[in-house]
């Protein structure tokens, strides 16, 4: 038998507003239309089970050092993270935490909040296989 990825959630859409994420996964990759893109399952302060994209220079960089000090383990790990501005290139910032019950610097409050259109709607859903996933097109400027 073949290995079998961890089952890949709505993709997780990274702004501005710092959010509390623990990891569920270890990495692993998905095909998108642009190819084989890293990513990692995480659950949100909210509860929500979602995919960061971790190609991103910004956001790699941050969450290797990270990892490192976990002993090279994604699993359990809590951090926060949110972006430096709005703009689709703007920097990722990651904070460790201790836990899933640190509430680490900032507004705990972020950590509820989901972006919504003007339908209602959820804007963290995972892209249509034609769209470039955030991190992904990161890549295409560098940091």
């Not at 689709?88 to 259109?117: Q, T």
């Amino acid at each position: 038998m073949g290995y079998t990825p961890p089952e890949r959630h709505d993709a997780l859409k990274v702004t501005p507003d710092k959010i509390k994420l623990t990891f569920t996964s270890e990495p692993f990759v998905v095909y998108t239309f642009r190819g084989y893109a890293p990513v990692v399952n995480v659950k949100t302060g909210a509860g929500e089970q979602r995919t960061l994209y971790i190609s991103s220079k910004s956001v790699s960089d941050q969450l290797h050092n990270v990892v490192l000090k976990n002993n090279d383990e994604w699993k359990d790990l809590t951090v926060r993270i949110w972006k430096e501005s709005a703009d689709r290139f703007a920097k990722y910032l990651v904070e460790e935490l201790d836990g899933p019950d640190d509430e680490g610097a900032g507004d705990g409050d972020a950590d509820e909040k989901e972006e919504k259109d003007e339908s209602g709607a959820g804007t963290s859903d995972m892209p249509p296989e034609d769209a470039v996933p955030e991190a992904a097109a990161d890549d295409e400027k560098e940091d």
